[in-house]
Every structure is written in structure tokens, then in C-alpha cells.
């Protein structure tokens, strides 16, 4: 099922943006784990919409109601399932869309895909919305990883071409992840942030909308976390992270770079430290090779494309009448979806590590 991810650990995602409601059903979690609801409410908060300016005016609780999987705090065995209702919705906003498939969405090729039976409504289950139980499963599963010292944070890296401070890929620590999602606009410089958040509000003001890269990084990875070839480290976060929408390029490490340097400047050399572990003294690889965990931080990074769903008029067809049409997208949309994609990348992140490192166990 396209809707199915992982081996050990299962994540399945069901729901349409403007359905009753959305969930996801989470098979294979290791038994006896508590999990702290508080703690995945305030990791959720971190993607819902609603909540500042450069963001949807759409507002929902995304507060998640456990049908099964838990008892008495811990998980049991049984799949955990959760289900988040869809409260604010605007279904005629869409109405139009039936016909006129709006530019840069998944709206015509679903339309095709599935004969016209697809739910075109916010974008049906090609929506954004369904990063709400992506982020529910990988908050339960960053709660198993951290108790096993594997910790998952991630940072807006760019935003129309404002950069933050990258991570230091080789001295990044658990506190300076954990420093980063305490704040509302997750970046490591702050005055970074606000030329960010002026780009956005510029875009906004001119009913247009802006794209950026999201970097993540993961501290305490054992060595030897992924598989050989298909089911390499890279190729399963790349996957999952593909999984969330206007995710348009994934890279690992020094990702494109490596193409402009001699295999002397890329290779990363070897050396104990003083408890007999060995690490590498830069990390150009980001943590994998071989498709393999090497012990050192993993990085990735994250490109999305600017918001398809903008007021400006764009060029499109009518699909009932086989001609030309124009459309200006109405409704409540993000002029910039980075922000809120953060918590959307630590959850994919999380969600495969964990399956790997229980796949590790069989």
C-alpha cells in the first residue's frame, strides 16, 4: 500500500484533508514503552496551523484520540492507532477545483490516476494535512529513540535564499536540537529568522508564496543502523521524507557538493577517540556509508518547493470543457510551508530510524 511505510515498525496513514478525520495505525512498536501524551501534544503543536502570520489561517486542534495500542501509558502490543478529527473545514472553497486542477498540485494527476473519484477537497489525501499523524507516529517514535540516547532535531537551513547557520557536522550536540524546537520560528540564528519571516510576509503581500530547505540531524546513532543497496540508510530517510509534500530533493552530508571536490577533500579520515571509539575528523558523508549508520551525526537536508495554492492568477484547463481557463486559488493556504514542515521532517527521520534499528534486533 502507498499509504503503508516501514518493515519491523509499520506506519499506515489514512484520511483526506477534509474527511471526517485522519489517523494512523503504528504496528510493530516495541512493548512495555510509555508514552507521554503531553509531551507528542507539544511536538504537534509545532505543525498545526493557525498559529502566527506566515502560516494558514486554518486552525485545528490536532489533538489525537488513542483508540488502541496503550494501556495504562505504556504500549501493549496491539497496533496503536490514533485519529485526529478535522474541525475547520471549508469544503466550498474547493468547489471550482473539480474542473480546474490548480498548477504545481497533485490535482490532475490524481484526477487522472483514480477517474475523477479522487476527493479534490484541500487536496484530498495528497494533502498537507496528513503530515498531522505522520507527526503523532514519529513523536511516539522519537520518545522510544531518545530512551535508547538517539535524539532527532531539525532547523529552517534557508528561505528564499536567507540562510541560517548550518549544523556543525561533526560537533552538533542533543542540547542544541532541543534548544531549537523550543522556539516558535526554529532557526539557530534569530536575525536569520526575521529576514525569513519578511520574505514570507513580502510573498504573502503579493499573493505569491516562497520555498526553503529544512536540515536535520540525529545525534547518538549507533554504527551499523540501515541495509545494503534498496534498504540503505539514505534510501529509506529519503522515502519517508519524499513522503511529505512539496518535499521536492533530499541530500545527505555534503549531498551535491561532493561533485565539485577531489576524492582527498571529500574523504573523511579516520581516528580513535579516547574510548576506543572511532570517528572521522570531518563528516562529508553525514553520517552513512555504505548506506550504513557510521557513528557520527547524521545530516540531511530537505528542499520544498514554494506553496502551489497562491492568490495570483495562473494559467490552467478546464477539464470538463478541454480548454483553456485561468484560475487564482482562493481559500486559506501557507505562503510559506517551511516553518511548519520542520516537526513533518524529525517525524519521517524518526519514524524510519526506528524501524531500522528494529530491524537491527531480529
Given at each position: ?331 486559506r493556504h501557507d505562503p510559506c510551508i517551511v516553518p511548519r514542515a520542520v516537526p513533518c521532517v524529525e517525524a519521517a527521520v ?13
Amino acid at each position: 500500500m502507498s499509504s503503508s511505510f516501514g518493515e519491523k515498525v509499520k506506519i499506515t496513514i489514512f484520511g483526506q484533508s477534509h474527511s471526517e478525520g485522519i489517523g494512523v495505525v503504528i504496528d510493530g512498536l516495541p512493548v512495555g514503552e510509555p508514552i507521554d501524551m503531553e509531551e507528542i501534544q507539544k511536538f504537534m503543536k509545532r505543525r498545526a496551523p493557525g498559529r502566527n502570520a506566515y502560516s494558514t489561517p486554518r486552525k485545528e486542534e490536532d489533538m489525537p484520540r488513542i483508540l488502541s495500542g496503550l494501556f495504562e501509558g505504556k504500549t501493549c502490543g496491539a497496533p496503536l492507532c490514533a485519529v485526529i478529527e478535522n474541525t475547520n473545514t471549508r469544503s466550498k472553497d474547493y468547489d471550482k477545483l473539480k474542473d480546474l486542477p490548480r498548477p504545481g498540485h497533485g490535482d490532475y494527476t490524481a484526477w487522472v490516476k483514480y477517474q475523477g473519484a479522487n476527493d479534490y477537497r484541500g487536496g484530498g489525501h495528497f494533502s498537507g494535512r496528513l503530515t498531522a499523524p505522520l507527526c503523532f507516529a514519529g513523536a511516539v517514535c522519537m520518545q522510544i529513540l531518545e530512551r535508547k540516547g538517539i535524539h532527532v532535531g531539525a532547523h529552517i537551513l534557508s528561505i528564499k535564499g536567507v540562510e541560517d547557520t548550518p549544523f556543525h557536522g561533526v560537533q552538533i550536540q542533543a542540547e542544541e536540537l532541543e534548544k531549537i524546537a523550543q522556539k516558535e520560528f526554529p532557526v539557530q540564528n534569530d536575525r536569520a529568522g526575521e529576514a525569513m519571516q519578511a520574505a514570507i510576509l513580502a510573498a504573502k503581500e503579493k499573493l505569491d508564496s516562497v520555498g526553503g530547505i529544512i536540515e536535520c540531524a540525529v545525534v547518538g546513532l549507533p554504527v551499523g543502523v540501515g541495509e545494503p543497496m534498496f534498504d540503505g540508510l539514505e534510501s529509506r530517510l529519503a522515502a519517508a521524507v519524499f513522503a511529505i509534500p512539496a518535499v521536492k530533493g533530499v541530500e545527505f552530508g555534503e549531498g551535491f557538493g561532493v561533485a565539485a571536490l577531489f576524492g582527498s577533500e571529500n574523504n573523511d579520515s579516520f581516528y580513535y577517540e579516547a574510548d576506543g571509539r572511532v570517528c572521522t575528523k570531518t563528516n562529508h558523508h553525514g553520517g552513512s556509508l555504505g548506506g550504513i549508520s557510521s557513528g557520527m551525526p547524521l545530516l540531511l537536508r530537505a528542499a520544498f518547493k514554494p506553496t502551489p495554492s497562491i492568490g495570483q492568477e495562473q494559467e490552467t484547463v478546464s477539464l470538463e470543457k478541454r480548454q483553456k481557463e485561468t484560475l487564482a486559488v482562493g481559500g486559506r493556504h501557507d505562503p510559506c510551508i517551511v516553518p511548519r514542515a520542520v516537526p513533518c521532517v524529525e517525524a519521517a527521520v524518526a519514524v524510519t530510524l526506528l524501524d531500522l534499528l528494529c530491524r537491527m534486533e531480529r
